[in-house]
């Protein structure tokens, strides 16, 4: 079924009426390729009304390719505007002799599709690579100061650190930091930092009535 797609207008680029994407086209192929170079050559002119039909004949094959590369609806069709965005900014560089119109949309999406897998994959390894190093600066047997480290009790443990084991837990703990994070904060190496997290963490645990490490 057809869905209800955003207008460009914060884009700069104002549909005339509201777009529906959809998967498939009412048109012929052959139709479709003489249709969109006519279209094509007037949004070269910037004509924004033949770019609203243009995004009417083109959106299926550029829906189509996003949502197969992506897997999900709601991310295809946040990339398939950002794909028209781009369509409408980089149309002059189009090549009528080098191509068809649907072909090169096909390529921009297939591009744009491709590079938000790997910018979501990447995120999710960032963020997995901070929960490790949280993780790890519990030295795995700290949970019971972990879990405590907002309180008054706590805080007052702190004071049993040295000034560098405090500073370096308050970051990662009280502050959220991982431990690249906490080592750019305090412009140290990475394995100092894991150091002085551990020591402190295994110092607190004693502080807090638990068996030394």
Same mark, same amino acid.
């Given at each position: 079924?057809?869905?209800?797609?955003?207008?460009?207008?914060?884009?700069?680029?104002?549909?005339?009426?509201?777009?529906?994407?959809? @998967?498939?086209?009412?048109?012929?192929?052959?139709?479709?390729?003489?249709?969109?170079?006519?279209?094509?050559?007037?949004?070269?002119?910037? +004509?924004?009304?033949?770019?609203?039909?243009?995004?009417?004949?083109?959106?299926?094959?550029?829906?189509?390719?996003?949502?197969?590369?992506?897997?999900?609806?709601? @991310?295809?069709?946040?990339?398939?505007?950002?794909?028209?965005?781009?369509?409408?900014?980089?149309?002059?560089?189009?090549?009528?002799?080098?191509?068809?119109?649907?072909?090169?949309?096909?390529?921009?999406?297939?591009?744009?599709?491709?590079?938000?897998?790997?910018?979501?994959?990447?995120?999710?390894?960032?963020?997995?690579? +901070?929960?490790?190093?949280?993780?790890?600066?519990?030295?795995?047997? +700290?949970?019971?100061?972990?879990?405590?480290?907002?309180?008054?009790?706590?805080?007052?443990?702190?004071?049993? @650190?040295?000034?560098?084991?405090?500073?370096?837990?308050?970051?990662?703990?009280?502050?959220?930091?991982?431990?690249?994070?906490?080592?750019?904060?305090? +412009?140290?190496?990475?394995?100092?930092?894991?150091?002085?997290?551990?020591?402190?963490?295994?110092?607190?645990?004693?502080? @807090?009535?638990?068996?030394?490490?």
């Amino acid at each position: 079924s057809a869905m209800a797609y955003p207008s460009f207008g914060s884009y700069g680029v104002q549909m005339a009426r509201p777009r529906r994407l959809s @998967l498939v086209s009412s048109r012929s192929e052959l139709d479709q390729i003489d249709v969109v170079a006519v279209l094509m050559e007037r949004v070269q002119r910037g +004509d924004r009304e033949a770019f609203s039909d243009l995004y009417d004949e083109l959106s299926p094959v550029v829906y189509g390719v996003t949502l197969r590369v992506l897997r999900d609806k709601a @991310l295809a069709e946040e990339v398939t505007q950002e794909i028209f965005v781009e369509i409408w900014k980089t149309a002059t560089r189009f090549d009528g002799a080098r191509g068809n119109v649907r072909s090169w949309a096909a390529t921009i999406a297939h591009r744009r599709a491709v590079d938000r897998v790997r910018s979501v994959e990447a995120a999710r390894r960032r963020d997995q690579a +901070d929960a490790d190093d949280r993780e790890e600066a519990t030295g795995g047997v +700290d949970d019971e100061v972990v879990s405590k480290m907002q309180s008054d009790v706590v805080r007052a443990a702190l004071n049993v @650190l040295s000034e560098k084991q405090r500073k370096a837990i308050e970051l990662a703990y009280f502050d959220g930091l991982s431990y690249r994070e906490v080592a750019l904060a305090l +412009d140290l190496p990475e394995g100092t930092v894991k150091s002085r997290i551990r020591d402190g963490m295994g110092r607190l645990r004693i502080e @807090l009535g638990g068996d030394p490490l």
